[in-house]
C-alpha cells in the first residue's frame, strides 16, 4: 500500500508523526509536574486549542480570498457540511477531553502499543461506512497489530499486568477516533464539500467543537469563573502543538486517508518507546515494549 499518493500527502503525514510524538510526550511531562494531574485544566486547554485552530482557518482563508476572485456562490454547500459535522466536532471534543486522562494514567509504552487499536477500528470502518475492500495482507497487518497491544501486558517474570482501567478507557479514544477520522474524511468528500476550500471546511469544524466544548465546560464546573487561572508554559506549549496538530489532520484526510493516518500513528509509536524513557518516568524500554512497537509498526506497513 502506498502511504502517500503526492508530494503534499507525504510532506502532511510526515509533519503528523512528529506532532504526534510530541504531543504525547508534552502532555504526559505535563501530568508529572502536576503529580500526575494537570495542573491547569483540560476544560480550558481543548477549547482555547480549537479557538486556535479556528483563528488559523480565518486567517488562511482570509489569505486566499486575497489571490482568489470571490463569488457569491463560495461558500454553497456550507449548511449541510455543518449539519453532518457536527457529530463529528462532539466526538472530537470527547476524544481530546478524555485523552489528557487517558495519558496521566497510562504509562506511554502501553499507550503506544494499545492505541494501535485505532488501526483496528479504522480498517472496519473503513470497510462498514466507506464500503471499500482491505486485501488479505491488510487483515494481516491488523491481526499483528492486535497482537502488539497484548504483547505490550507481559511482563519480565512471565506475567501478564495491565492498568485495565486506563486501557479500556485507551480502547474507547481508539475506537472514538476512528470513528471521528472515518466520519470526518467522509464529510470531507461529500458532493457538498466539493464546493469548499479545506479552510472553510475548517472553519465549520473548529467553530462548532468550540461552542461544543465551552458548553460542555459550563456545564461540568458549573460556572466560567473556575475556568479562570494561570496557563502554564507547558499548557501553552500543548496548545500550540495540538493547534498545528488540528490543522495538519484535515491536509492529512484530504491529501490521503484515514488509514495512511492511523498508519503513520502506528510508526510513530516506534519512535515514542524510543524517546520517552528520556523524557518522562515509568515508561519501558526493553525488548517487549521495542518488540511489541516493531510488531504494530509492521502490521501498520502491510
Known amino acids: 500500500r502506498v502511504l502517500a499518493r503526492s508530494a503534499p500527502a507525504a510532506g502532511a503525514l510526515t509533519w503528523y508523526l512528529v506532532l504526534i510524538v510530541g504531543i504525547d510526550l508534552m502532555v504526559k511531562k505535563e501530568a508529572e509536574a502536576g503529580g500526575n494531574h494537570f495542573r491547569t485544566s483540560p476544560l480550558l486547554i481543548v477549547p482555547l486549542v480549537e479557538g486556535g485552530k479556528l483563528l488559523v482557518s480565518l486567517v488562511l482563508y482570509g489569505l486566499s480570498r486575497l489571490t482568489e476572485p470571490s ?166 506549549m500543548i496548545i500550540v502543538a495540538q493547534i498545528a496538530q488540528g490543522i495538519s489532520v484535515s491536509r492529512v484526510i484530504k491529501f490521503a486517508d484515514t488509514v495512511s493516518k492511523s498508519m503513520v500513528c502506528s510508526t510513530s509509536n516506534v519512535v515514542l518507546v524510543v524517546l520517552a524513557p528520556h523524557i518522562v518516568h515509568g515508561t519501558r524500554l526493553d525488548l517487549i515494549s521495542i518488540g511489541s512497537a516493531c510488531l504494530a509498526c509492521t502490521g501498520g506497513m502491510i
Request: net charge neutral.
Open 71 to 236: 463569488s457569491p456562490h463560495h461558500w454553497e454547500g456550507a449548511w449541510a457540511v455543518g449539519k453532518l459535522m457536527l457529530p463529528v466536532a462532539v466526538l472530537f471534543m470527547f476524544t481530546n477531553s478524555f485523552s489528557f486522562i487517558v495519558i496521566a494514567r497510562l504509562n506511554l509504552d502501553a499507550r503506544a502499543a494499545w492505541q494501535n487499536s485505532n488501526i483496528i477500528f479504522s480498517a472496519l470502518l473503513w470497510v462498514w461506512v466507506m464500503n471499500r475492500r482491505i486485501a488479505l495482507h491488510g487483515w494481516v497487518g491488523v491481526c499483528l497489530c492486535m497482537c502488539s497491544a497484548c504483547f505490550n501486558s507481559i511482563q519480565h517474570d512471565g506475567t501478564v499486568s495491565a492498568d485495565r482501567g486506563a486501557v479500556l478507557g485507551q480502547l474507547l479514544i481508539c475506537f472514538l477516533s476512528a470513528l471521528s477520522s472515518v466520519w470526518n474524511e467522509e464529510v470531507l468528500k461529500c458532493p457538498a464539500a466539493s464546493h469548499l476550500d479545506i479552510n472553510q471546511v475548517g472553519i465549520l469544524l473548529y467553530s462548532q467543537c468550540l461552542m461544543v466544548m465551552l458548553i460542555a465546560s459550563i456545564f461540568i464546573l458549573g460556572h466560567t469563573q473556575e475556568l479562570a487561572g494561570s496557563v502554564t508554559p507547558g499548557a501553552w
